[in-house]
């Protein structure tokens, strides 16, 4: 509607120049000078200099408007269709989350979320579930440990027996510890989570590896968690 609009304006601009060269086509061969024509000649001249100014204002004025529209373009063009939660999904994000950052880290699985939104978003294909398993190492690791392992055996929902947790550790003392992971993958559902990095790409430093479909280079989690996030999360409670 803005372009439709400018053009209209446009086209109203217009119509002083074009009055003014269909007087000039009918001029007679010799002028008959005098002051009156003059003058009137001197105000079609300054009508067309005004109508070039409004010319070119619109179609500045034009170009800008044009710009959201299309970096909005470019932005649609990359993302991919809403993401269908299932339990499934919903699980692979808690082990993830759980398995990369701990218990209770609510602003760091925050933005280890919406970074795998952000990459899911750029892939512009497959699932946001299979992003996360290809991304995060409790997923994709092909010789998990023993912390890999029992971050894989806690289920979608209460915990309600021993996921393998270490010899010793109580099970128990972490249930309450489990809802908080699973209240945290429900929020982000819901889009009730503010991303306190977003312009982070990866997290893990060096010693990690590039995780697969990481990108060479990519802006290190490292840096942006020591500054971003882990001064908040340390006045969460966490074991």
């Known amino acids: 509607m803005k372009i439709l609009n400018l053009f209209a304006v446009l086209l109203l601009a217009l119509i002083p120049t074009r009055v003014a060269a269909q007087t000039m086509d ?18 079609v001249g300054q009508a067309v200099r005004v ?9 500045a004025v ?5 710009i959201p529209t299309r970096v909005a373009a470019q932005t649609m063009d990359v993302q991919p269709t809403r993401i269908e939660w299932s339990d499934s999904t919903r699980l692979a994000l808690a082990q993830c989350l759980l398995g990369e950052a701990g218990w209770r880290r609510r602003t760091e699985h925050s933005a ?20 996360v398993r290809r991304y995060c190492s409790v997923h994709r690791t092909t010789q998990p440990t ?17 996921p393998g947790l270490p010899a010793g550790v ?13 209240t945290t ?12 990095l977003p312009r982070a790409r990866h997290w ?19 840096v942006s968690l020591s500054e971003g996030c882990s001064s908040r999360a340390r006045s969460e409670t966490s074991r």
């Open 204 to 222: 893990g430093g060096a010693m990690d590896g590039i995780p697969v479909g990481g990108v060479t280079g990519a802006e290190p989690w490292t």
């Open 26 to 43: 009918v001029q007679p061969t010799r002028i008959e000078w005098s002051d009156s024509t003059r003058l009137a000649l001197g105000r």
């Open 146 to 162: 023993d912390r890999h392992q029992w971050v894989r055996n806690m289920p979608w929902g209460p915990l309600l027996e021993d």
């Open 185 to 196: 993958v429900e929020l982000f559902e819901k889009s009730a989570l503010v991303d306190p």
């Open 51 to 59: 109508a070039g100014m409004k010319i070119l204002n619109l179609f």
């Open 62 to 66: 034009l170009l800008l408007a044009l």
């Open 112 to 131: 280890i979320s919406h970074v795998l939104l952000r990459r899911w978003h750029r892939l512009g294909s497959g699932s946001f579930e299979g992003r």
């Open 170 to 182: 109580n099970w128990r003392n972490y249930i309450d510890d489990w809802d908080y992971v699973r």
